[in-house]
């Protein structure tokens, strides 16, 4: 597919066989004065990151690999919210395919309980770099991923074009990522439809240490509400969050 005329049109699109990481080449970019909206995708990323530290490592020519420079022009303290707009542009995205795809707060799109999609997003002074990573076209995980990650090959029984896919995730994230300001509610209503903790018992991990509750959803700052001894607690950030069975 030729990517250029599904693109939003003032979009700077950088294509690399292979990097370290696309977030460190926006954030390089950015730091050269890049404008709002460059992207960096790559076939192979040679150390792709994940949260806390963790290596991302997907196959070269089935998975996406992506990253896009955000110059926000709201205040820093609502760029969190940028997770939540990238996980759902790609959840957006991938339902045109026909699965349900959920979003397992703040930032993995799930489908049926498997992760196919990470975001990492990275804030610099004036910047911010939002990181995808979204199983494709893989059509088989090591065994020790296999009942925690799918692929949108997997959940649809074909094998699918990763570039259609790459635009119309750079498309929704186009709209979705100038919601975080006066039109939160708007990106709030779409993000809480699709939330996958709510009504679940989980536990996080967080700087604070770790915490257990039931999940009330997500509140009008798009913080996680969780209901601990009957008290409820706004999460502003957490590590990790597990569903407890
Ligand atoms: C996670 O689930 O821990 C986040 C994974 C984010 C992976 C993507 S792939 C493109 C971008 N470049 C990176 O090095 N990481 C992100």
Redesign the pocket.
């Known amino acids: 597919t030729a990517i250029g005329p599904l693109l939003p049109d003032d979009m700077r699109l950088y294509i690399r066989e292979e990097i370290d ?4 080449e926006v954030r390089r970019l950015a730091e050269a004065g890049a404008a709002d909206g460059a992207v960096v995708i790559a076939n192979r ?1 040679t ?6 530290g ?1 290596a ?1 490592v997907c196959p070269p020519g089935e998975a996406l ?3 896009v420079l955000a110059r926000p022009a709201e205040p820093a303290g609502l760029w969190p919210r940028l997770a939540l707009a990238a996980g759902l542009a790609v959840a957006e995205a991938l339902e045109l395919h026909g699965v349900t795809a959920g979003i397992k707060w703040p ?2 799109v799930w489908i049926d309980g498997r ?1 196919i999609c ?3 997003v990275e804030s610099g002074g004036h910047h911010v770099v939002i ?3 979204v199983n494709v076209n893989v059509a088989e995980f090591p065994a020790e991923l296999a009942d925690s990650a799918t692929s949108l090959w997997l959940e649809t029984g074909e094998p699918v074009d990763r570039a259609g896919v790459f635009a119309e995730i750079l498309r929704r994230l186009d709209v979705r990522r100038h919601q975080i300001g006066v039109d939160f509610p708007l990106l709030l209503d779409a993000v809480r439809s699709r939330c996958v903790l709510t009504g679940r018992r989980i536990r996080l991990m967080s700087a604070d240490g770790l915490r257990e509750g039931f999940c009330e959803g997500i509140g009008t700052g798009g913080e996680l509400l969780l209901s601990v001894d009957g008290r409820l607690e706004r999460i502003l950030q957490a590590d990790e969050v597990r569903v407890v069975e």
């Open positions: 990481s696309t977030n460190d990323q150390s792709g990151r994940g949260r806390r963790a991302w690999a992506f990253s930032n993995d992760k990470g975001v990492l990181g995808i990573g």
